[in-house]
């Protein structure tokens, strides 16, 4: 407990020191996306909820599209919260914020689930979130929330590979793929069900009857993911080959949050 209420407050200070510059009202969070693209769409999406309708068809955004059926959009996304009540350039500042919190918060408990030490534990969970690869996400709404619900599904596979505690891994292992659908980050759920799969078969958990279940599961929940992330390649194409903006771009660039197996072997 000492060690989880430690990480949140460190967590907390981290966000603070990172987001510090970009914190006055006239400031913004100078990272591509996350300054420009998102605000305005999370703005929308929480005034429809709001208002008592839903975030459907936009004509604001991307010269209109419906916001519920967009991954990107996270419309039934938790932390969109962080922007109820205030303006979006503050709410965005709140939405990483929270993210950072949550990772530190989730590497930590990770790190003590592999029984490291609760000092060592913070001390690797602030060296992971302030590192680059983890800040330079910022920009990508998306991948911050898969982020976040995978250190929770990996807890979940960590409760039920062990040899005690294993009930637990239900509740940590649905929670995670929710957070990460929720997210839009459909690529990380194909990503953790493939690693998933891979790590129970060399634990040789597979191999027992009472683990052919879950491995089972894991396998479904990759296919559906596959299938939601895969979905996207249709339009997409269609884009690619009418668009003045996308034509001629090869199908990898046009397609960046869709599923090019490149990307699958890039996540595993």
């Keep these: 407990m000492r060690t989880a209420i430690a990480s949140i407050l ?18 913004a969070l100078a990272t591509k996306d996350a300054g420009h693209l998102f605000p305005s769409i999370k703005q929308r999406v929480v005034a429809a909820w709001s208002e008592g309708g ?13 916001l519920l059926a967009d991954p990107m959009a996270q419309a039934l996304y938790p932390p969109d919260l962080a922007f109820v009540g205030t303006d979006p ?7 990483v914020a929270l993210h950072v919190v949550l990772l530190v918060a989730g590497f930590a408990a990770l790190a003590r689930r592999r029984g490291v030490r ?9 060296a992971w979130v302030g590192s680059g690869p983890v800040l330079s996400q910022h920009w990508s709404v998306l991948w911050m929330g898969g982020l976040v619900g995978l250190l929770a599904a990996l807890l979940g596979l960590e409760a039920l590979v062990g040899e005690r505690r294993r009930a637990a891994a239900v509740p940590w292992l ?7 659908v929720l ?5 990380v759920v194909v990503g953790f069900g493939v690693w998933a799969a891979l790590a ?7 191999l027992r009857r009472a683990a052919c279940r879950p491995l089972v599961r894991f396998g479904v929940a990759a296919v559906l993911a596959a299938g939601l992330a895969a ?3 249709l339009p997409t194409a269609e884009l690619r080959a009418l668009s003045n903006r996308a034509h001629g771009l090869p199908l990898e660039q046009a397609a960046f949050w869709s599923l090019p197996p490149v990307r699958l072997l890039e996540l595993v």
């Design 174 to 180: 649905v929670g995670g793929l929710v957070w990460m």
């Design 200 to 206: 129970l078969a060399a634990e040789g958990v597979a």
């Design 54 to 66: 839903l975030p459907t068809w936009q004509l604001e955004v991307g010269c209109g599209g419906p």
């Design 89 to 95: 350039l503050t709410g965005m500042k709140r939405f």
């Design 118 to 126: 609760p000092i060592v534990a913070l001390a690797a969970a602030l």
């Design 231 to 233: 979905i996207q390649l």
């Design 10 to 27: 460190l967590g907390l200070v981290l966000a603070a020191a990172l987001l510090a510059p970009a914190w006055p009202h006239d400031r």
């Design 183 to 187: 997210a839009g980050a459909y690529e």
